[in-house]
């Protein structure tokens, strides 16, 4: 059933649909509350909204007739527009999206009614405003959830106008008492938008979102407590600081996946505190995911060995509360732990960990293909490392196929973990060209493209392309103090020694104006002989030495002090 926008129809209909009512009856009064107690924020004003949710459902069950029931929602329906966002809220941050979805069954009317506001008549009902927003808001997560990002980021931007717009009101009015629970509703939808454009790519415009979200939240505790919506201050302090911990765990997030992983490492912490005060179980167990896929990818056995001990605790939590996403995040970074210690067994058997949902292929097709393709990219990498070259190929190609045009980030590595096995496999031409490919993506993490120019590197060296090789490590430098992976930074520097030996050996420079000039290549070929017999004959005759290379004594003094002229030569 759903209500038009014109409340003088005589057809209106009530804001719960069928669909809802039918699922409040599963719903346990208790264990809802339980849910919220684990949320890490539950106090008086979610009691009071759960309260209203349960309360107007009993109403309308106890009603018999249509119209008495549809007067029961008419009557309440701000406060069971807001109760049922905060039942998906908190459905939501426990990982059941399912029962986050069934919550919020009645988006068309939202949507209807949404377009009945305006910058002129917002003030009119302020408090109607406020409850549409936040259901809207809920519904913008859910669309997210199942990968319609740029749906979700539309329905944000919306309500973001909507409660500028009416913070602006009531600022110009003096109304500061309304401000703070306005300003927290704007903190979510900043940080929602935020989340919405790290889907998409925009790690920029999310930094800028999840930027003004921090401001929202820091200047909601400059007001003073008073507001008849929120009578206890604590409410606005423990909201507050929940949310201003999870932009940060998000800002850590996009940080880490640019291969910032010392600043991403810090955000994390710092959120992993906030958390902790609140005691948010799913919160913290989330942080330390993200701290342990930074420690993996230090060098030291140490940290590795500690990043699998938070990720055995954190992939447990998300087993043991059934959350869906999360569990299979956590399971795949512990795998790639298993994977960096050197344990293939235990990282194949981690892989086969399963939690019975739908979860791992919850979204639209592009998210299906990016967590399928990230399960044969990481069974390409335990096979490279375990020296099946052939399956690790194979693997490779398949991850390939599956990101199809999308995955970008990940379509590097893949690109990079073929090249690894095609040089080993001593197909230089070929891991020549996958090593490009990859590069060719622009991946934004510094650490994939060193990896992917460090496969180049070798390829042209064991191809004897030295001065392509030193070209291309010329280019790496350039970025290699962005290089924060301890396995790159490993290979960067057994790269760096044997090009350095290389220098010393006859090639024509990538960066030489005439690189076909006979004057100029004779007179490196001449610089090259007399290095190498001067270096193996340092104590015979320059006659002797001269007989060596082939030519008359005085060629070869000659030689010497053309070379010197041109400073090719040392003493």
């Known amino acids: 059933m759903r209500i038009s926008c014109s409340q003088g129809a005589a057809d209106q209909s009530g804001c719960l649909s069928e669909t ?38 009993g109403l309308m069950r106890n009603h018999k007739t249509r119209t008495a029931i549809e007067a029961v929602q008419r009557r309440c329906q701000n406060q069971l527009l807001r109760a049922s966002a905060v039942a998906a809220d908190l459905f939501d941050r426990q990982g059941k999206y399912d029962d986050s979805r069934d919550c919020l069954t009645d988006w068309e009317f939202v949507d209807r009614e949404l377009a009945c506001f305006s910058q002129k008549n917002t003030h009119r009902d302020m408090h109607r405003v406020m409850a549409l927003s936040w259901y809207a808001l809920m519904y913008s997560v859910k669309e997210h959830r199942e990968g319609r990002h740029s749906n979700a980021q539309r329905i944000s931007g919306r309500i973001n106008v909507l409660v500028d717009i009416v913070i602006d009101q009531l600022r110009r009015r003096c109304h500061f008492q309304l401000v703070p629970v306005w300003l927290l509703l704007r903190g979510r939808i900043r940080y929602a938008l935020g989340r919405h454009q790290q889907s998409q790519g925009n790690d920029k415009d999310a930094e800028k979102s999840l930027g003004e979200a921090l401001e929202a939240f820091s200047e909601a505790l400059e007001y003073p407590a008073g507001s008849p919506e929120t009578k206890d201050r604590s409410v606005i302090s ?109 990282a194949e058997q981690t892989m086969k960990r399963r939690l019975e949902t739908k979860a791992l292929y919850r979204g639209d097709e592009r998210t299906q293909r990016r967590w399928s393709g990230s399960s044969l990219l990481l069974q390409a990498r335990i096979c490279l490392d375990g020296g099946d070259v052939e399956n690790a190929m194979m693997r490779a190609n398949e991850a390939l196929e599956e990101f199809g045009e999308n995955s970008y980030d990940l379509k590097a590595q893949a690109w990079a973990v073929l090249g690894e096995a095609l040089l080993q496999r001593r197909l230089l031409d070929e891991a020549i060209k996958s090593a490009w490919n990859g590069l060719d993506l622009k991946p934004a993490d510094p650490n994939d493209r060193a990896w992917l120019r460090l496969v180049l590197c070798r390829a042209y060296c064991e191809r004897g392309h030295v001065d392509s090789a030193q070209r291309v490590f010329k280019e790496l430098n350039e970025d290699a103090s962005n290089i924060e992976n301890g396995t790159v930074k490993s290979l960067y520097e057994e790269v760096k020694k044997r090009l350095d030996q290389e220098k010393g050996s006859f090639y024509i420079r990538y960066d030489e104006s005439e690189k076909l000039s006979y004057p100029e290549l004779s007179l490196k070929l001449r610089g090259f002989l007399v290095r190498n017999v001067r270096q193996r004959m340092r104590n015979r005759s320059q006659e002797e030495q001269a007989e060596a290379l082939g030519i008359k004594k005085q060629t070869l003094a000659n030689w010497v002090t053309e070379l010197r002229a041109a400073n090719q030569l040392d003493e």
């Open 238 to 346: 423990r909201t507050a600081t929940y949310w201003t911990a999870q932009i940060v765990v998000a800002l850590g997030r996009s940080s880490i996946a640019q291969g910032h992983l010392q600043t991403g490492y810090r955000q994390v912490m710092v959120a992993r505190t906030l958390l902790s005060q609140i005691d948010d179980q799913v919160g913290l167990a989330f942080s330390d995911y993200l701290i342990a896929s930074v420690l993996r990818q230090r060098l030291d056995l140490d940290s590795k060995r500690r990043a699998i001990n938070l990720l055995l605790s954190a992939v447990e939590k998300f087993e043991e509360i059934r959350h869906e996403r999360y569990f299979h995040r956590g399971r795949y970074e512990l795998a790639k732990c298993y994977l960096a210690v050197g344990d293939l067994t235990e």
């Open 20 to 57: 809802l009512r039918g699922q409040l009856d599963n719903f346990e009064k208790d264990g809802l509350r339980e849910l919220a107690a684990k949320s890490g924020d539950f106090d008086e004003k979610v009691k009071v909204e759960l309260d209203e949710l349960f309360g107007v459902a």
